[in-house]
């Protein structure tokens, strides 16, 4: 993976995301998917990856606002073995869902499902690199606004998969709620069992009906010894060289 022109590095958290999302049923039935903020692309080649024998007619968009960022993602697509199955577009997702609804009013196309890691803070102190703000403020993509575009380009029964910081997991499921996106899983995650916990992932479905039992459970990153748990390698193994 390249990273050397991205503001947010590949990490952990985003990686077991990636993971954990393309192991999922509905990623592998999807003919259709977004990334929305992919960064370096590492999200959309996790899925890109998992689906290439299981569901080879997938195809995933990658959509980048940063131009450097974006840049950097074509080249990782490209030099990959999927680049067929992935393309990328630099543009904000605002411009996207409104291009992308304007060229589809006669189809009614929508996307089956879309991950998003997307900017976690909001009103804290800004970083004096431009690019560094894009992917880690949601200045310019408030979650509530985030929420709004993803539940107009899922299809009905489509599914929005995303990671968030623990203390702001609530708030992302208001929001979602809010545009008849139902709460179906949540991850809460761990990096060692006597740590407070530091990501959720979610899983929602684009319905009018209220779910009636929620999916939760723990993740746990590192055992006692510091070292990686058994779930974590074996969630990791297709994608981590050295698990």
Known sequence: MHQEHTAMKVCTDACLFGAWVANDPSIQLAKKIVDIGT????????????????????????????????????????????????????KSLQDFSKSFVNDTHSTGAQFDC???????????????DHEKNLASHSTALPW?????HVAQLLKQDGFYYVLIPALRAYTMQKY???????????????????????????????STNTVSE???????????????????????APYYLHL
């Open 114 to 128: 879309i991950i998003s890691n997307p900017p976690f803070f909001e009103g804290d102190l800004h970083s004096p």
């Open 39 to 90: 960064g370096t692309g590492i999200l959309s080649l996790m899925l890109a990856q998992a689906t290439a024998d299981s569901n080879a007619s997938a195809s995933i968009t990658a959509i980048e606002i940063e131009p450097n960022a974006a840049s950097e993602a074509g080249r990782n697509f490209g030099l990959s073995p999927w680049s067929e199955k992935i393309k990328i577009i630099n």
């Open 214 to 236: 929620i999916k939760r459970s723990n993740f746990i990153i590192k055992d006692a010894e510091n070292q990686y748990t058994a779930a974590f390698k074996q969630l990791l």
């Open 144 to 148: 509530q606004e985030l929420v709004e």
């Open 176 to 206: 979602a709620a809010q545009n008849e996106l139902q709460l179906l899983e949540e991850v809460v995650v761990f990096n060692a069992a006597k740590q407070k916990p530091f990501r959720v992932f979610q899983k929602f479905i684009k």
